[in-house]
């Protein structure tokens, strides 16, 4: 698919990896849809698309929430009058161990905890695919879907709930790859390591180079390079059901 005058969705597009994808697909000429939850990082994100002088759009839209997805679809493809691809990049982090003793005392995952991950990483993605897959075929638009995974879908020490979700992702993203090939409509995969976002910079020094230390490459991801590989997914007409592991050769 050339990229020049795509219309793009990017959930989770306001911030962090989300805006490294919108600004790198910007430069090439993508007209961007961006979904977010504050607005003012959107706004943000916008202005540096706009900037290199594509269309962008902000849509205030909670992924979880079914009503919202279908609205805020509808409305880009109102919008854009067409929609060629999606990232389905927005998630949450709510980790701990799913029980913990500490001085004699128990604590254990919650029900929140675990549902609030399953609900946006999971459900959203779900939410976010169906929708937009749906409006592509009565388009008749063909294109790309890119869910983002995590290397810690093989399972990773206090995140059974990311973990869970993030498996969950890659299985559905075969399944959706083998749905939707029909109507022209490929679905691949991201799985990032350790990416040297905000968060992951506001860590305690000792544990960031002990995140650094297990990575073959000894450094952590760039942001850009996940939004090099996000373009390389849409471009690439060949490539579906598969996930692209971009990890720097870590192993949980």
Not at 37 to 61: F, I
Not at 80 to 86: D, E, K
Not at 165 to 179: F, L, S
Request: aromatic fraction near 6%; glycine fraction near 10%; hydrophobic fraction near 45%.
């Amino acid at each position: 698919m050339q990229l020049q005058d795509k219309v793009i969705i990017i959930t989770g597009g306001g911030q962090g990896l989300g805006r490294a994808m919108a600004e790198y697909l910007a430069e090439r000429g993508v007209r961007l849809a961006l979904v977010d939850l504050n607005q003012e990082k959107l706004d943000e994100t916008a202005v540096a698309c706009r900037t290199l002088g594509v269309q962008a759009r902000t849509y205030l839209c909670n992924v979880a929430n079914e009503e919202q997805v279908t609205q805020t679809v509808a409305q880009i493809a109102e919008d854009f009058g067409s929609i060629n691809g999606l990232v389905n990049n927005a998630g949450i982090l709510r980790d701990g161990l799913t029980i913990k003793v500490k001085d004699g005392e128990m604590s254990k995952m919650s029900l929140a905890q675990w549902q609030s991950v399953i609900d946006v990483n999971l459900t959203g993605v779900f939410l976010c695919t169906r929708e937009v897959a749906a409006k592509m075929i009565e388009l008749q638009n063909e294109g790309a879907i890119i869910n983002i995974s995590s290397v810690s879908r093989a399972g990773n020490i206090g995140q059974a709930n990311y973990s869970a979700a993030k498996a969950a992702v890659a299985a559905d993203t075969v399944v959706w790859a083998r749905e939707f090939a029909r109507y022209g409509i490929r679905v691949s995969g991201v799985a990032p390591g350790f990416i040297e976002t905000d968060m992951v910079a506001s860590m305690k020094p000792e544990a960031l180079q002990r995140m650094t230390d297990v990575i073959p490459l000894k450094r952590l991801g760039k942001p850009k390079e996940i939004a090099h590989a996000i373009a390389f997914l849409l471009e690439n007409d060949y490539f579906t059901g598969r996930i692209l592991e971009l990890d720097g050769g870590v192993r949980l």
